[in-house]
């Protein structure tokens, strides 16, 4: 992946599973997917899948709070 053009916040997890995760899936043109994620990842597909559709998750060390640092 390329580096984010600006640094990330605390809401940038929130902000990929809202916005960039449902734009890959339309591109894809994916319907119900089983998720895959590591660390950010994984976070990311957990908060997606909170409120969008998934046949599944395969989450590896999430992140479940995020640290100030």
């Known amino acids: ?3 984010p053009p600006a ?5 940038f997890m929130h902000e ?9 899936r339309e ?12 660390s950010d990842g994984g976070s990311i597909a957990l908060v997606h899948a909170a409120t969008h559709r998934v046949s599944g998750l395969v ?3 999430p992140h479940v709070i995020a ?3």
Do not use: C, F, I
């Open 1 to 3: 992946s390329d580096l």
């Open 7 to 11: 640094p990330r916040t605390v809401a």
């Open 16 to 24: 990929e599973a809202a916005v960039v995760v449902p734009a890959l």
């Open 27 to 38: 591109a894809l043109g994916l319907g119900d997917p089983v998720l895959v994620g590591h």
């Open 59 to 61: 989450v590896l060390a």
């Open 67 to 69: 640290e100030p640092a």
